[in-house]
């Protein structure tokens, strides 16, 4: 029956995703257990050759399964199972479009496995462009609504401007070194000596971060990720948890072979990643718009992220060849796949509790109309209050074990360069503001007072959604612990080719243990409690955003923050710069020097011809002083050439 029809669809994308959770799980648990003897001890590959230039040269098309690629399916797969099995029950409003929004999700789900499995860069560009297709479709699936096109149109302009620099990097690597983008032979020791020795590897390595900016919302490429949230909630749970943000930071840790020897990529990517990580969760406190403190906090974790793995790299860039002085490169490298592993969990988490509070009261996501849900969404609350502990990095929650192995990393790396700790006070800092805008979201949806009119009737949501927020739940509370004293987790997210150090990458993931003998690491806990304490003081207590604000400076900060620091109004200013006034600039160059050369010829032969026409009188006396003028010309010329020695 037609009315069937998206009901088929539905379970057609749970069933498929669900198929590749399992099996993603599955190679998970092999890995895990074995002890660093799994399936795949150093890398699976399988590839072929589907264009050939020369006997040297082509594309080819193939997997390459490592660590990173067994956690990245994981993630990736076992994250989209649970928004997907949660938009059965979200999406059964949309009627026959359900069967448009199955079909382009589980298309997301599947360029993104093939984006984390791909064998070499051109293959992962594919994917990745095929990703960006993916978000625009899913940002603007509401496409009637100007707000959400516009978003859908936003996000994939400023993603392709970040692409641009992600090819020019893939190119460059092609033309340089040993002419491969060939995982399996970019990552050996010859070849990085050879790109190292062209002088080219930093503005290759450099490039391939632009990508990475782009795609995962890094300043100053940051903006597009919050006017996302105009696609279902879902989509945003899925664009911020399992797939498209994450592309950029598995692409540098990717390609950590090649930032670990170029120490001013590798700085620079910390600097971004560290930057962006106050940058974004001070903006995260202004806004009212439940969905967009979540996109500022995956902003601000992303930047976390890639602060883990450019210390973790600039720090064995410049270890001395055969040192095994430091473990903080490996703590650099695991702690930032681990803090994207958790981020994607908690993240997701958080976005279907939004989610959860917006089916409650018919899609509103002001929070000021909100308020006092707690008392009837208890599943949504409870889980909820798990994900933003971890989010805010409280132990014992999964979010604190990575956050605080990233603060450590950093710190390490300042005893090879003063400026990571200006980083690690970033860090810092954006830990106190994670748990103040994070717990105000809490306590302005759920204490305190019922915002919302009397005539909405406020309901749990079913059980099709709230079983996933159960699961993520439970997961954010023991997660944290697969580190403690797990090697095979170690093998999971270590950083598998050491090229310049003699420390086995196989040992125990003693960083992340060793935070909990870190003082740094109760220093962070505290902030992040005086930052939960500030919003509970506040918001917990029912307190207006005006008394927050009550002094001029005050406002003068509440209102930078809440207009993001004015780069919406950049971007557009920037967009008339760069395309009003340079396309009035064409206009004029077209109508003034093209078009006014064309036509300057024609009205200099029209204007000849319009003199010349005035010469034919018709009178032959005129025509034979023409003639006689003619011939005494002709003449004086035959006489002076002999005088003139020609």
């Keep these: 029956m037609p009315s069937s029809r998206p009901r088929i669809s539905e379970w057609i994308a749970v069933t498929g995703v669900g198929i590749s959770a399992a099996l993603s799980l599955l190679i998970l648990l092999i890995e895990f257990t074995g002890n660093g003897t799994g399936i795949y001890p150093v890398a699976f590959q399988q590839q072929f050759e589907y264009i050939?230039?020369?006997?040297?040269?082509?594309?080819?098309?193939?997997?390459?399964?490592?660590?990173?690629?067994?956690?990245?399916?994981?993630?990736?797969?076992?994250?989209?199972?649970?928004?997907?099995?949660?938009?059965?029950?979200?999406?059964?409003?949309?009627?026959?479009?359900?069967?448009?929004?199955?079909?382009?999700?589980?298309?997301?789900?599947?360029?993104?496995?093939?984006?984390?499995?791909?064998?070499?860069?051109?293959?992962?560009?594919?994917?990745?462009?095929?990703?960006?297709?993916?978000?625009?479709?899913?940002?603007?699936?509401?496409?009637?609504?100007?707000?959400?096109?516009?978003?859908?149109?936003?996000?994939?302009?400023?993603?392709?401007?970040?692409?641009?620099?992600?090819?020019?990097?893939i190119i460059l690597l092609l033309n340089i070194g040993n002419h491969t983008v060939l995982y399996s032979e970019l990552f050996t020791p010859g070849s990085v000596t050879a790109l190292k020795g062209s002088g080219l590897l930093t503005i290759a390595t450099l490039a391939l971060f632009g990508g990475a900016m782009g795609k995962s919302a890094?300043?100053?490429?940051?903006?597009?990720?919050?006017?996302?949230?105009?696609?279902?909630?879902?989509?945003?749970?899925?664009?911020?948890?399992?797939?498209?943000?994450?592309?950029?930071?598995?692409?540098?840790?990717?390609?950590?072979?090649?930032?670990?020897?170029?120490?001013?990529?590798?700085?620079f990517v910390a600097f971004i990643g560290g930057f962006t990580a106050l940058f974004a969760a001070t903006m995260a406190i202004a806004t009212f718009d439940i969905k967009r403190v979540l996109a500022f906090s995956t902003i601000s974790q992303l930047g976390y992220m890639f602060l883990a793995l450019g210390a973790g790299a600039y720090v064995l860039s410049v270890e001395p060849a055969g040192s095994s002085s430091s473990v903080y490169y490996s703590l650099g490298y695991s702690a930032g796949v681990f803090h994207l592993m958790n981020q994607a969990i908690f993240k997701a988490l958080l976005f279907l509790c939004a989610g959860s509070v917006m089916h409650a009261l018919g899609g509103t996501q002001d929070m000021r109309q909100m308020g006092g849900l707690g008392r009837k969404l208890r599943i949504t609350s409870t889980t909820m209050l798990f994900g933003s502990l971890s989010l805010a990095g409280i132990v014992p929650f999964s979010?604190?074990?990575?956050?605080d192995a990233v603060l450590d990393a950093a710190l390490g790396a300042s005893s090879?360069?003063?400026?990571?700790?200006?980083?690690?006070?970033?860090?810092?800092?954006g830990a106190f503001f994670t748990g103040l805008y994070i717990f105000r979201l809490w306590f302005y949806?759920?204490?305190?007072?019922?915002?919302?009119?009397?005539?909405?009737?406020?309901?749990?949501?079913?059980?099709?959604?709230?079983?996933?927020?159960?699961?993520?739940?439970?997961?954010?509370?023991?997660?944290?612990?697969?580190?403690?004293?797990?090697?095979?987790?170690a093998q999971a997210v270590h950083f598998p080719v050491v090229a310049k150090a003699s420390l086995s990458p196989y040992t125990q993931f003693n960083g992340v243990f060793g935070i909990l003998y870190e003082p740094a690491t109760y220093l962070s806990l505290l902030i992040a409690f005086l930052g939960i304490g500030l919003a509970y003081s506040?918001?917990?207590?029912?307190?207006?955003?005006?008394?927050?604000?009550?002094?001029?400076?005050?406002?003068?900060?509440?209102?930078?923050?809440?207009?993001?620091?004015?780069?919406?109004?950049?971007?557009?200013?920037?967009?008339?710069?760069?395309?009003?006034?340079?396309?009035?600039?064409?206009?004029?160059?077209?109508?003034?020097?093209?078009?006014?050369?064309?036509?300057?010829?024609?009205?200099?032969?029209?204007?000849?011809?319009?003199?010349?026409?005035?010469?034919?009188?018709?009178?032959?006396?005129?025509?034979?002083?023409?003639?006689?003028?003619?011939?005494?010309?002709?003449?004086?010329?035959?006489?002076?050439?002999?005088?003139?020695?020609?």
């Design 52 to 169: 050939t230039f020369s006997k040297t040269a082509g594309v080819y098309l193939g997997i390459y399964v490592d660590w990173l690629t067994v956690v990245m399916m994981a993630v990736v797969s076992s994250v989209s199972f649970l928004i997907v099995l949660y938009s059965v029950g979200y999406m059964h409003e949309e009627g026959r479009r359900r069967k448009r929004y199955f079909g382009i999700i589980s298309m997301f789900v599947g360029v993104m496995l093939g984006l984390v499995m791909a064998n070499n860069l051109l293959e992962l560009y594919i994917f990745w462009e095929l990703v960006g297709l993916g978000s625009y479709l899913l940002i603007g699936f509401w496409y009637e609504r100007p707000s959400a096109a516009k978003a859908a149109k936003k996000a994939f302009i400023v993603t392709r401007f970040g692409d641009m620099f992600l090819l020019f990097g």
């Design 218 to 267: 890094q300043f100053p490429l940051q903006d597009w990720l919050v006017d996302a949230m105009e696609g279902p909630t879902p989509v945003s749970a899925m664009i911020h948890g399992a797939t498209m943000v994450n592309a950029g930071v598995y692409l540098v840790a990717r390609m950590y072979p090649l930032y670990s020897h170029d120490p001013v990529s590798s700085l």
């Design 399 to 403: 979010g604190f074990f990575s956050k």
């Design 416 to 429: 090879y360069n003063s400026i990571f700790i200006l980083l690690w006070l970033f860090g810092l800092a």
């Design 445 to 489: 949806t759920f204490s305190g007072k019922a915002r919302y009119g009397s005539d909405v009737h406020v309901h749990e949501s079913p059980p099709v959604m709230t079983v996933p927020l159960i699961i993520l739940a439970v997961l954010t509370l023991v997660v944290g612990f697969s580190v403690l004293g797990v090697a095979g987790f």
């Design 538 to 646: 506040y918001w917990g207590r029912g307190r207006t955003a005006e008394s927050f604000v009550s002094g001029a400076t005050g406002r003068r900060i509440y209102t930078l923050l809440a207009e993001r620091y004015y780069f919406p109004q950049m971007y557009d200013s920037m967009g008339i710069a760069l395309g009003y006034y340079i396309a009035r600039g064409l206009d004029f160059f077209d109508r003034k020097v093209v078009d006014g050369i064309v036509n300057g010829i024609g009205r200099f032969f029209m204007n000849s011809a319009e003199r010349m026409k005035k010469s034919e009188t018709g009178f032959v006396q005129n025509y034979a002083d023409v003639i006689i003028l003619g011939v005494i010309v002709i003449a004086v010329i035959l006489i002076l050439l002999p005088v003139m020695g020609v």
